[in-house]
């Protein structure tokens, strides 16, 4: 076995892997850039190499700097986490060469998967099911509009070498291909360092889902079952489980079986996902097409770890290490439910924009330990994976997930419970974040039934997201809540010493404003009472907590913040303000005159911090309502900014290469 093993990655990932090297008494070495110094995963490390400045193309992703490290720190093993490292290939090959052992698939296996085109071609030929489309190179965008309309509408343009939710433009038309498809071979160029482009056939009513290997060097390869993956955003999973509600045992085998061919084709061992893309109205269970094989470990690996018992990072060391699996495929397990989620550094509430910045609280729920024993536990649990910690920084240069978060149950309902009850115990401020989202989808009815698809994100919130909608029962028990809590409040208030008069007693009876709605609430020795009902709660504050538990019906978690007049108070994948007032005060609130919010349309402002990479317009020019003005790039991802309304440009106050902060000017309209 391995001695000390270096992991080329940062964040939860590096994290994940260290944990399972030290608990195997391997030592570990963390690499890190200059934004990095004081991360998690390099304290956790018995010993860290600086590689270079902030940017991922100056530091992680420098191959040469990786292999000098491990030379320099006498590292027998590189794991490379979820494969950092563009070149993979070559760097496998260079870690043979310098003798030490890569923790992942053979370079021949790397090249043969990393190309989307070519691997398209060898699934064929392995007989494994693949979606129609053109998988030639493609020269410019008039050939890609016309290869396009040959294919059909809607199709998918995808960078080859891409991955993560890069590089890929859904288009439903030619206009769609033309402002895509140059700007999917920049992503492609950016982030992996090739501009080849193909297109296929866009399957409608899509499931994701995505079966996981784990091979040996010994010509031993097994399928652990299938993960759902179809919760995603501009391409980008937020949500996975295991297993899948739509996949039938005989559905199960089938793919499963078509993924071991494929990695037996390839020679493949180690640890690898092929990615599907299922016809969700193909009810017969053949209706399944290979996308991609991802020959790496998954963000999503946990779930499948949860409902197997195994450890896939332990595995892959092993595997690595020359040892066989020592299990067969009738050996593998499906024991219950898994749900993780993806918690962002992004703000659902602004069109989910990237978001940065300082975690000034970060406090995430209580967990169960790492159960991978398989089987046995009964009660629900919590995993949370995490590479960051309270008084960190969020960086605009790397991936924007924060954590994940994992659950399991005996039953599909059980984990989506756990999911809400920990995602309201979330404690997390500073950057704006998804925690509110995610809830909502859980609770959604839809998501519940598991009638899923790529796209449900887009067809459940085409608006926007503005809050999981609250029933009357909730926003009755947050108006109890609330008054509760300024009753504490102003009971403290009363004990001040040094008081002038004699002690006041606290007030009695409140309005609650909440939801546009003004709610009655009497708070006594006797209970709480809201519109002449009296509630059975029973819950506890003192002023400054941040969370109120709650008993009564069902058993909440709320996050409590003093806000203007009242309180903020958040639970069930929403943030609701309560504006709570003595009763004999509150008539007067109606007498208050109401801001108006000054008209800030004319402005074209960027809402993310991020690099201007394009500027279309100059000043005197003439835009039309909807059309592309600026793209600006974040987070690796490139977002185009579009004119609200028509006018005449006033002036420009950025240009092309600037550094913009969110909310700066760009332009002005007449």
């Known amino acids: 076995m391995f001695k000390k093993i270096l992991v080329a990655n940062r964040g939860e990932i590096a994290c994940r892997v260290m944990r399972t090297a030290k608990a195997m008494g391997i030592k570990t070495v963390a690499v890190y850039s200059d934004a990095d110094v004081r991360s998690p995963h390099v304290l956790m490390a018995d010993e860290s190499v600086r590689l270079g400045p902030a940017p991922a193309a100056e530091s992680y992703l420098k191959a040469e700097l990786i292999l000098l490290a491990a030379k320099e720190t006498g590292a027998d093993c590189i794991h490379p986490g979820y494969g950092f490292l563009s070149e993979r290939e070559s760097f496998a090959r260079a870690c043979a060469e310098a003798g030490i052992a890569f923790v992942g698939p053979p370079p021949a296996a790397i090249a043969a998967m990393g190309d989307k085109i070519e691997s398209k071609k060898l699934a064929k030929a392995a007989g ?105 955003r501009r391409h980008q999973k937020v949500v996975e489980e295991a297993p899948s509600p739509f996949v039938t045992p005989k559905m199960r085998k089938a793919m499963g079986e078509q993924a071991v061919a494929l990695a037996r084709a390839v020679g493949y061992y180690s640890a690898g996902t092929v990615e599907l893309i299922v016809s969700g109205a193909d009810t017969s269970g053949e209706g399944f097409y290979f996308l991609e094989m991802n020959t790496r470990l ?188 300024a009753t504490a409040e102003a009971d403290r208030a009363r004990r001040i010493d040094g008081q002038l008069g004699r002690r006041l007693r606290p007030p009695a009876d409140w309005v609650v404003t909440i939801g546009g709605t003004d709610h009655d609430v009497r708070v006594s020795t006797d209970g709480i009472s809201v519109d002449g009902v009296e509630l059975d709660l029973s819950l506890e504050y003192t002023p400054g907590d941040r969370m ?10 709320i996050r409590i913040a003093r806000a203007r007049a009242g309180f903020r108070l958040t639970t069930r994948g929403a943030s609701h303000v309560a504006r709570v007032l003595p009763a004999r005060v509150a008539p007067y609130a109606a007498h208050l005159i109401e801001k108006v919010a000054p008209d800030l349309s004319k402005f074209l402002i960027c809402p993310m911090p991020g690099l201007l990479v394009r500027l279309d317009v100059a000043a005197g020019d003439r835009v039309e309502a909807g059309q592309a003005l600026a793209v600006v790039e974040a987070m690796k991802m490139e977002n185009i900014l579009r004119a609200e309304k028509t006018g005449v440009v006033k002036s420009v106050s950025a240009a092309a290469g600037d550094s913009l902060a969110v909310d700066q000017v760009i332009l002005e309209l007449e």
């Open 128 to 232: 494994v099911n693949v979606v129609p489309g053109y998988l030639g190179e493609i020269a410019d965008t008039d050939e890609a509009v016309r290869i396009a309309g040959d294919i059909g509408y809607p199709v998918m343009m995808k960078a080859s070498a891409g991955g993560g939710g890069k590089g890929m433009r859904l288009a439903y038309g030619e206009q769609d291909v033309r402002e895509g498809f140059e700007a999917t071979k920049r992503e492609g160029l950016a982030s992996f360092g090739d501009d080849r482009v193909f297109i296929e056939k866009f399957i409608e009513s899509p499931r994701h889902i995505e079966i996981q290997l784990i091979g040996d060097q010994h010509c031993n390869i097994v399928y652990l079952n299938e993960r759902e993956c179809s919760i995603q």
């Open 298 to 485: 998954q963000v999503e690996h946990p779930v499948t770890e949860e409902i197997t018992g195994l450890d896939l990072v332990e595995l892959m060391i092993r595997v690595a290490a020359g040892e066989p699996l020592g299990f067969a495929q009738d050996d593998v397990k499906l024991n219950g439910w898994s749900i993780e989620n993806r918690v962002y550094a992004e703000d659902p509430y602004r069109g989910f924009l990237p978001s940065i910045g300082r975690l000034v609280r970060y406090n995430p729920p209580e967990t169960s330990p790492l159960p991978l024993a398989g089987g046995g536990a009964e009660e629900p649990r919590v995993r949370v994976d995490d590479g960051v910690r309270e008084g960190g920084e969020v960086s605009m240069f790397y991936d924007p997930m924060i954590a994940k978060l994992i659950t399991w149950a005996p039953t599909r309902e059980g984990a989506v419970a756990a999911q809400i009850a920990a995602l309201d115990a979330f404690e997390l401020e500073g950057p704006g974040n998804n925690i509110d989202f995610l809830s909502a989808i859980m609770q959604h009815p839809r998501f519940q039934s598991g009638a899923l698809t790529t796209g449900f994100i887009a067809e459940e919130y085409p608006d926007g997201f503005h809050g999981a909608p609250a029933d009357a029962a909730l926003l009755t028990t947050l108006a109890a809540v609330a008054a509760f809590a």
């Open 548 to 557: 109120v538990m709650v008993e009564g019906d069902e058993h909440l978690t």
